[in-house]
């Protein structure tokens, strides 16, 4: 069941807006059908009329002022008005390697990701996973997960959408990705953290991994460490799967993203 659409503060009208993503191009005076699952929650519970506000984004990090031009039944159309660049991406770029946990848990981990600003999200297999899916069901899982990134995106206000790659065995993501100039550190449990002893510099990227519920296999981390991985921890105690990639995300984004100033009061500078 899809969840009830988020809204944005308009700060001109005192009102909440519903933001809404639109698939497709988006230019001031055109009209613009909504997909059929947002459509029929506009107009059958949040009975969405003629002219109610909306605003649209389609991804482009752009954000367009828009209102419903007609609803007929489950079919709603809108009306585009004037876009406007807003950006709320991280400057941080994370692209999080991600075992698929078990039950319903990884829709949780992309909607929290795609909230805190993750860049790329790499669902992989992995020899102790749980999760076993054949190419079908592969398929459908990816494009569950795209929608719950799309939803996430507005609920928080994002204008780009982060990037979800198809499900692959994690040697075979290893055996294809190049190492950029990027921290890359694989998080295992109960491992004592020496993220202080990687060289940081000034960081723009970084690509973490999460283990399946058992964690990674010995020679799947050898095969990090030849992919440049710096194996670390996440402090004493161990952590879920979702809750291990939640905690690395908000700590990279406070030390090098966007949360740096709200996690990190003393590093705020005053003027003299």
């Known amino acids: 069941m899809r969840?009830?659409?988020?809204y944005a503060w308009n700060r001109t009208h005192p009102v909440r807006l519903t933001r809404v993503y639109v698939d497709a191009a988006l230019s001031p005076g055109s009209v613009v059908e909504l997909a059929q699952g947002t459509a029929s929650h506009l107009a059958k519970v949040l009975r969405a009329r003629d002219g109610d506000d909306l605003i649209l984004f389609n991804g482009d990090?752009?954000?367009f002022d828009g209102?419903?031009?007609?609803?007929?039944?489950?079919?709603v159309l809108a009306a585009v008005g004037n876009g406007r660049p807003v950006d709320r991406e991280s400057p941080f770029m994370v692209t999080l390697v991600q075992c698929v946990p078990r039950g319903d848990r990884m829709d949780f981990i992309v909607q929290k990701a795609t909230e805190l600003g993750v860049s790329r999200i790499v669902p992989i297999l992995s020899q102790r996973s749980v999760v076993r899916l054949d190419a079908r069901q592969a398929e459908s899982k990816t494009a569950h997960w795209r929608a719950v990134a799309v939803s996430a995106c507005e609920q928080c206000g994002r204008n780009r959408l982060p990037a979800i790659d198809a499900v692959r065995p994690?040697?075979?993501?290893?055996?294809?990705?190049?190492?950029?100039?990027?921290?890359r550190l694989v998080f295992e449990p109960e491992r004592?953290?020496?993220?202080?002893e990687v060289n940081q510099g000034s960081l723009h990227a970084a690509e973490i991994a999460i283990g399946p519920e058992g964690g990674f296999g010995s020679d799947e981390l050898e095969a990090f460490?030849?992919?440049?991985?710096f194996r670390t921890g996440l402090g004493p105690r161990v952590l879920r799967t979702e809750t291990a990639a939640?905690?690395?995300l908000v700590w990279l984004q406070s030390r090098f993203g966007d949360m740096q100033?709200?996690?990190n009061p003393t590093s705020r500078t005053t003027d003299s």
């Open 67 to 75: 209102a419903i031009d007609s609803v007929r039944g489950s079919r």
């Open 170 to 183: 994690l040697l075979d993501y290893l055996g294809e990705s190049v190492a950029g100039d990027g921290l």
């Open 192 to 196: 004592e953290s020496q993220a202080r």
């Open 225 to 229: 460490r030849v992919a440049g991985f």
């Open 246 to 248: 939640i905690a690395a």
């Open 3 to 6: 969840q009830s659409l988020p």
């Open 61 to 63: 990090g752009r954000e």
């Open 261 to 263: 100033e709200c996690l």
